[in-house]
């Protein structure tokens, strides 16, 4: 059974679009990633699903329950991470988590230390003295300590330092071990590559498609900047070289082929320097449905 399934999900603001006719469902056990520029439509997405907004048109089901009727049932069984998160300032971390757990009738000092102290969390501060970062872990506690069935979470890594990044995703991957189903939004690919089963991917508020991360990583895009001796060593060709531009000794490259061949060639060029990064959305977005 889907444990979420949007049918033609539209949701307008006033003038503004927000989401237009999307429709994907994630399965039962499945980490599913929800990737897009900022604006694309990701959080109008979740906080419709979560009927904290309304949508205009289309419908969606979670556990294979209506998204407006049965709103507050539903939610029993959600961990929701929100992308922006607004606490009471002066409550203690401990007090917000024992006070948001009372909504899911369902409590565990332990678990709450153990969650803590997996994301270095200090639950004896006050809300008021944490960093952006460490609210963000609050916000992962407090999403993940019932031991809800689905997990949902915005934009959960920005904040967080690359260390806890991982053991965040640690903690996720537990969580499905043990039966949960993740939905998870992101603007960065590869963490999304890392942890996910399948994504879809959003553009201007429509759904531009669903894939697996085995597919995507087959069309594996890398965006590198060699810097060489002599602009004439510049026109050198490349199999599976996408897109070439040159700038003074330095030459940019969309590159979409086998990195082991990229390194043997660039062996044979006189390279001063190299620069290997992930390519921008944009970018793999375009060599995707070129
Ligand atoms: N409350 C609102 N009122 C009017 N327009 C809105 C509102 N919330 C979002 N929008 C518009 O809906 C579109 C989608 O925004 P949304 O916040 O869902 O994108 P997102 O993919 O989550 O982006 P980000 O990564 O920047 O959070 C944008 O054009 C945005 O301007």
């Given amino acids: 059974m889907a444990i979420?399934?949007?049918?033609?999900?539209?949701?307008?603001?006033?003038?503004?679009?927000?989401?237009?006719?999307?429709s994907f469902s994630i399965e039962e056990g499945e980490v599913f990633g929800f990737i897009g520029p900022n604006g694309a439509g990701k959080s109008t997405t979740i906080r419709t699903l979560l009927n904290f907004i309304y949508p205009t048109s289309g419908s969606a089901t979670i556990f294979g329950k209506n998204i407006i009727k049965h709103s507050q049932e539903i939610r029993q069984n959600i961990g929701y991470l929100p992308?922006?998160?607004?606490?009471?300032?002066d409550m203690k971390v401990v007090d917000l988590l024992k006070y948001s757990a009372r909504f899911h009738k369902k409590f565990s000092a332990e678990r709450m230390k153990e969650l803590a102290s997996r994301?270095?969390?200090?639950?004896?501060?006050?809300?008021?003295?944490?960093?952006?970062?460490?609210?963000?872990k609050v916000g992962?506690?407090?999403?993940?300590?019932h031991e809800p069935k689905l997990i949902i979470l915005d934009e959960p890594t920005s904040g967080l330092d690359p260390l806890i990044q991982n053991h965040f995703f640690d903690l996720l991957k537990e969580e499905r071990d043990n039966g949960a189903t993740i939905f998870f939004s992101s603007h960065i690919l590869s963490e999304v590559q890392k942890m996910c089963d399948r994504v879809a991917i959003?553009?201007?508020g429509k759904l531009v498609t669903v894939e697996t991360i085995e597919h995507l990583t087959k069309n594996k895009v890398k965006n590198i900047t060699l810097t060489l001796e002599h602009p004439e060593q510049l026109h050198f060709e490349l199999n599976?070289?996408?897109?070439?531009?040159?700038?003074?000794?330095?030459?940019?490259?969309?590159?979409?082929?086998?990195?082991?061949?990229?390194?043997?060639?660039?062996?044979d060029l006189p390279v001063q320097d190299v620069l290997i990064e992930e390519p921008t959305l944009e970018e793999v977005f375009m060599h995707y449905y070129e």
């Fill in 4 to 22: 979420v399934e949007l049918r033609n999900l539209t949701k307008s603001y006033r003038k503004n679009r927000g989401i237009i006719d999307v």
């Fill in 83 to 89: 992308s922006e998160i607004h606490y009471y300032d």
């Fill in 119 to 136: 994301l270095d969390l200090d639950v004896n501060r006050k809300i008021e003295d944490l960093s952006f970062g460490n609210r963000k």
């Fill in 140 to 145: 992962i506690v407090q999403a993940l300590l």
């Fill in 202 to 204: 959003i553009k201007d």
């Fill in 240 to 267: 599976g070289m996408i897109k070439k531009e040159v700038n003074g000794n330095a030459v940019t490259l969309l590159y979409s082929g086998d990195i082991k061949a990229l390194l043997k060639r660039l062996n």
